[in-house]
C-alpha cells in the first residue's frame, strides 16, 4: 500500500473557538425524530432514488445562523478538499472547522475523545472523509464495528452526516468502501469516484496519491453540488434526504 503519511493529529479548531460557537448542551443523546424522520440505521434504508427532484433554491442553500459544520478524517481532508469547500459553507452562513490527522484509521477517530467533545456541542452536519488508509486492508469487514461507531456517536449528536471516500489512485480497493457504504448508516454515504469520476493524474499531486489544487477544487464542487440536492430545506438547514446509492 501507499503510504499517506506519519499519524500526527492536527487539529484545526481550536479549543477557544469552539466554545465561541452557540452550543445546545451537552448531552449526548438526542432526542429520536418522528418515525417519518428517524435517519436511516441500514444502507438499505436510504439506497434509493429521490421522488421528485431537487427545486432550483437547493441548489443555493443557507443556513441559520449559529450553524456549523465540523469534517473530519484523514490527510485528504487537507489535500485541497476543506480548503475548497469552507468558502462554500462559508458563503451559505454557516461555520466550518476541519480536523484532520495524517494516516488515520477509522478505528483511531472511533475513539477519538476530542470528537467526543465537538460532538458534545452539536454541530449541524459532520462531513467523515475516512477509508484512503485502509483501501489494502486484507479484512475490511473488520473495520465495519468502527465505521458503524463513528456514525452512532454523530447520531447521537443530533447531526447529519455524510461519509465521503477518498478518489483512489490505483485500481480498485480492497472492499473497504463497500464495507464504508455498508455501515455508515445514518451517514449518507457519498462515493467521489462515483459522482465526479477518476481524478487524472493532472489533478494530483506529486506523491500521484492527493489531489492536488485542481483535482481538490473539483471535489468540492462536486460534493457541495451532491450536499445540495439531498437537503431536506423544509427539516432544518443541514438536514439530508436519506438516499444514495454505490456507483
Not at 12 to 32: F, K, S
Not at 36 to 44: D, I
Not at 78 to 92: C, G, I, M, T, V
Not at 209 to 238: K, Q, S, V, Y
Request: charge should be positive.
Amino acid at each position: 500500500m501507499a503510504c499517506v503519511g506519519r499519524a500526527a493529529v492536527q487539529s484545526l479548531l481550536p479549543l477557544t473557538l469552539m466554545y465561541a460557537i452557540d452550543c445546545h448542551g451537552t448531552q449526548q443523546d438526542a432526542p429520536l425524530a418522528p418515525a417519518a424522520k428517524r435517519p436511516a440505521t441500514v444502507a438499505s434504508e436510504w439506497i434509493g432514488a429521490r421522488e421528485t427532484p431537487p427545486t432550483a433554491e437547493a441548489r443555493v442553500p443557507t443556513a441559520h445562523k449559529g450553524t456549523w459544520v465540523l469534517h473530519i478524517g484523514d490527510s485528504f481532508v487537507d489535500a485541497s478538499f476543506q480548503q475548497n469547500l469552507r468558502p462554500y459553507f462559508l458563503a451559505a452562513g454557516a461555520k466550518y472547522f476541519s480536523s484532520a490527522a495524517t494516516a488515520a484509521f477509522t478505528t483511531q477517530w472511533a475513539s477519538d475523545r476530542d470528537l467526543d467533545g465537538w460532538l458534545a456541542r452539536r454541530p449541524s452536519l459532520v462531513i467523515v472523509t475516512l477509508g484512503a488508509n485502509e483501501v489494502d486492508v486484507p479484512f475490511p469487514l473488520a473495520r465495519a464495528g468502527a465505521i458503524a461507531g463513528i456514525s452512532r456517536k454523530i447520531a447521537a449528536a443530533g447531526a447529519s452526516c455524510v461519509w465521503t471516500t477518498p478518489p483512489l489512485w490505483k485500481g480498485d480497493d480492497k472492499g473497504i468502501l463497500q464495507v464504508i457504504h455498508d455501515y455508515c448508516a445514518p451517514c449518507l454515504f457519498f462515493d467521489s469516484d462515483a459522482v465526479m469520476g477518476r481524478l487524472e493524474t493532472t489533478e494530483r499531486r506529486p506523491d500521484r496519491i492527493h489531489p492536488n489544487e485542481l483535482g481538490g477544487a473539483r471535489w468540492a464542487r462536486a460534493f457541495w453540488t451532491w450536499l445540495a440536492a439531498h437537503r431536506d430545506g423544509t427539516a432544518g438547514p443541514w438536514r439530508l434526504v436519506p438516499y444514495e446509492r454505490r456507483g
